[in-house]
């Protein structure tokens, strides 16, 4: 971004699909009360601000804003760009972000090695826009899934028994998950928080997939990059079929031998892709490399943040997240707003940082697929979100108040903001899966075969 548009006070952004919102940059010393703040300058989680995205109400939201940010992203149809009211800011404060950042979100990383060089993570519009809603996108995502965790569990057979791992067949899963993520990133995100715990190994490689493509998408990475990104989650695990299963599936904590031979699951990895002839060194490095950690405590060989390379920086973050929130033999899944929590409070030390914040900020407090209390106590799955109003997501009302099941119907909570539905609908909290006898895998048989209301 150049001076000159740094410097401006307006410029105009556009949201997805048909029915585009307009957003006007504004300077914080040009606020007026009644505005909708929609984005700022700098990710929400680096600002005290709960609730990404707000309307302007009062004195001390705008000297926060004076703190953290030197200029906002507001929805055009606020009331106050209709109104025009009195400027109610005060002198700009100094903002956090340098000059010389020049609106620039992240500085890169120093090179290490061919691939140890960190992108830019600067604040543009997707390259990848939605092309199908998630209902006609549902049926080809609920196939790619189920296809990719056959070929996934045979490609672990293989390596369990010293048998030549088909690359080839693990490309073709990649190539059909991108594919589908290309033409609606919710749907795919969907089947993945439908888990077995019996077949946890093999789902955890292709969430670790689609959940990585998810996320390169939200960075702009180019389609081969996303197949690339992909094929290093699918096979990050592999070397866990040498592990023996008394060590893999123990309930209780591993003593310090089991846990040294756990470690070994990497080096195993990294051999089984070398052995199998793996055309790129990038799946063979985040084999390797995926538990190696920014502040040196990583195994196995204890890299710090510059040594590790960019797409093991960012599998190890997305393979921890799905690990959080499924049930394994030693722990039962947390709530994805809570393992977010977690890697929030380990940034810097156990995950790359900046890429710990594009994550949560490309996944958000609840991903399609979530169990969700209201705060007028209704309970639904959420089926869709939205890139800027992540906590006002599409939901799948299936209960009322009192728990009763009622006709099931899509309510968008965007409304709440907007008049439309009463504040009562607004998210109070995620549950798990089976909640109130609502289990997501009847519902993924639904969404592809019967319209809702």
């Known amino acids: 971004m150049d001076d000159n548009s740094k410097n ?28 909708y703040i929609a984005e700022l300058d ?13 309307k302007l109400l009062n004195k001390a939201q705008v000297q926060t804003l004076e703190k953290y940010c030197q200029y906002v992203y507001i929805a055009s149809s606020s009331e106050a760009m209709r109104k025009k009211p009195p400027i109610v800011a005060r002198k700009q404060a100094p903002s956090l972000l340098s000059k010389g950042d020049k609106g620039t979100l992240f500085k890169p990383l120093g090179e290490a090695g061919k691939h140890g060089r960190k992108r830019q993570i600067a ?9 199908l809603p998630i209902r006609e996108e549902h049926p080809a995502a609920a196939q790619a899934y189920r296809e990719g965790k056959a070929d996934i569990k045979q490609i672990l057979h293989s390596a369990q028994f010293g048998q030549m791992l088909n690359t080839e067949v693990a490309e073709t899963v990649v190539t059909n998950c991108v594919e589908s993520m290309l033409r609606n990133h919710d749907a795919l995100i969907w089947m993945s928080r439908i888990k077995h715990e019996d077949e946890y190994t093999a789902e955890h490689c292709l969430n670790v997939c689609i959940l990585a493509i998810a996320f390169g998408r939200h960075l702009n990475f180019d389609k081969p990059d996303l197949k690339m990104l992909g094929l290093c989650g699918l096979l990050h695990d592999v070397g866990k079929m040498r592990t023996p299963r ?29 052995e199998a002839g793996t055309t790129t060194a990038l799946p063979i490095d985040v084999a390797l490399n995926h538990h190696e950690r920014p502040d040196g405590s990583g195994y196995p060989r204890g890299l710090k943040a510059g040594e590790i390379s960019e797409y093991a920086r960012i599998i190890a973050i997305v393979d921890s997240y799905d690990a959080m929130t499924s049930d394994r033999c030693y722990s039962k899944a947390v709530a994805p707003a809570d393992a977010q929590k977690e890697i ?8 790359d940082e900046e890429y710990a914040l594009a994550f949560m900020q490309a996944i958000g407090p609840y991903p399609p697929g979530t169990i969700v209390e209201l705060h007028n106590g209704m309970l639904g799955i959420v ?21 009763n099941v009622i006709a099931e119907q899509a309510v968008d909570l965007f409304l709440t903001d ?27 048989v639904k969404l592809s075969e019967e319209p809702l209301s």
Request: hydrophobic content about 35%; glycine content about 10%; proline content about 4%.
């Open 246 to 274: 008394i060590v893999l599936n123990k309930r209780g904590a591993l003593s310090d031998e089991e846990f040294r031979i756990m470690q070994q699951h990497t080096i195993d990895g990294y051999k089984l892709l070398k």
């Open 42 to 54: 700098r990710p929400w989680l680096e600002t005290p601000f709960l609730i990404q995205g707000f």
């Open 418 to 444: 907007r008049g439309g539905l009463d504040k009562g609908f607004l998210i109070r909290r995620s549950l798990p899966d089976g909640s109130f006898d609502i289990k997501l895998e009847d519902y993924k």
């Open 344 to 351: 929030y409070k380990c940034r810097g030390q156990q995950f």
């Open 123 to 131: 604040r543009s519009r997707p390259a990848h826009e939605v092309v």
């Open 383 to 403: 089926l869709s979100g939205r890139r800027k109003f992540r906590h006002l997501p599409t939901v799948i009302l299936l209960r009322d108040a009192e728990k």
């Open 8 to 35: 401006s006070t307006q410029g105009t952004r556009r949201g997805r699909g048909a029915k585009t919102e307009s957003l006007v940059r504004v300077d914080i010393a040009n606020l007026q009360m009644g505005m």
